[in-house]
């Protein structure tokens, strides 16, 4: 399997399960969705922090994927999670650069 299909798949993998996994949360569970009372109170969020959180949940759904795909296809999935791990924490530290809010 060509890499960027691999990479274009886990990355639709790990989109697709995180948005699963939300709306399971919100509509499921019915966990409280706390609005802020305004735009001042969204801005004092920790950028830095949902940043590195969101990069890796996004870290462990694309290690799900690989490993998945290890039944079908031979990866080596240590060196893929390590890949994934890194590369997701450059981005999330990129993203939180662009998102600077003050």
Not at 25 to 30: A, F
Not at 39 to 57: P, Y
Request: glycine letters at 0%.
């Amino acid at each position: 399997m060509p890499s960027i299909l691999m990479a274009v798949f886990s990355t639709l993998f790990a989109s697709i399960l995180y948005a699963v996994l939300i709306l399971f949360l919100v509509y499921v569970i019915k966990l409280p969705v706390i609005q802020p009372a305004s735009f001042d109170a969204a801005v004092h969020i920790n950028v830095l922090l949902a940043s590195i959180s969101l990069g890796i949940m996004y870290s462990v759904f694309q290690s799900l994927f690989f490993i998945m795909l290890n039944k079908f296809y031979p990866v080596d999935t240590r060196f893929t999670t390590m890949i994934v791990l890194v590369s997701n924490t450059i981005t999330a530290l990129i993203i939180y650069k662009f998102l600077e809010i003050e």
